[in-house]
């Protein structure tokens, strides 16, 4: 009795019908990572976008009912003045309170009253990739301030003045 001999492998119609079907199946996955891919940046740019809103939104809420600017100086005839990097002001507490940009990009609110003994406080963080805050004084109540973040290497620009209610 002859063994009739088996012979391994795929046949060129085998073959064809296989990448035919990774090829389908490929052309329905694709467009569902793209979308994937384009939703989480999306949500990236949107979370950096509403980081800054926050940022400038708390800013605005402690210069509001600050009771007093102390630094940067206010001009003698009321006129705009210099952009300064930090500001100091009195919140509506009596609180000395600065605001200034960190060496890692960091927005920082630092409470002078805080500080007990030697034990200095880091401040409260308000932001981060913030890559400068400008300030500048006109006349003795109205603070203008702008925010540079940068979000997915573009600079983001917020600009905002604001009139303390509590100086007389």
């Known amino acids: 009795m002859k063994k009739k001999k088996i012979k391994k492998g795929f046949t060129l119609v085998e073959i064809l019908i296989a990448f035919a079907v990774i090829g389908l199946i490929f052309s329905f996955i694709y467009p569902v990572i793209q979308y994937s891919r384009q939703a989480t940046t999306t949500m990236t740019k949107l979370d950096a976008y509403h980081d800054a809103r926050r940022v400038d939104q708390e800013i605005f809420n402690e210069l509001k009912f600050g009771a007093g ?3 940067p100086p206010s001009s003698d ?8 990097p930090q500001l100091v002001f009195r919140n509506h507490l009596n609180q000395v309170i600065m605001l200034y940009v960190n060496k890692k990009d960091k927005l920082i609110m630092f409470n002078y009253d805080n500080v007990k003994g030697s034990k200095l406080s880091l401040g ?20 203008e301030y702008k925010l540079t973040f ?3 290497k573009k600079d983001f620009i917020i600009s905002n003045r604001v009139t303390l209610v509590n100086v007389f």
């Open 124 to 143: 409260k963080i308000l932001g981060s990739k913030v890559k400068e805050f400008v300030v500048r004084r006109q006349g003795s109540s109205v603070i």
């Open 150 to 152: 940068e979000i997915e």
């Open 69 to 71: 600017i102390l630094y």
């Open 77 to 84: 005839m009321g006129l705009v003045t210099d952009w300064y």
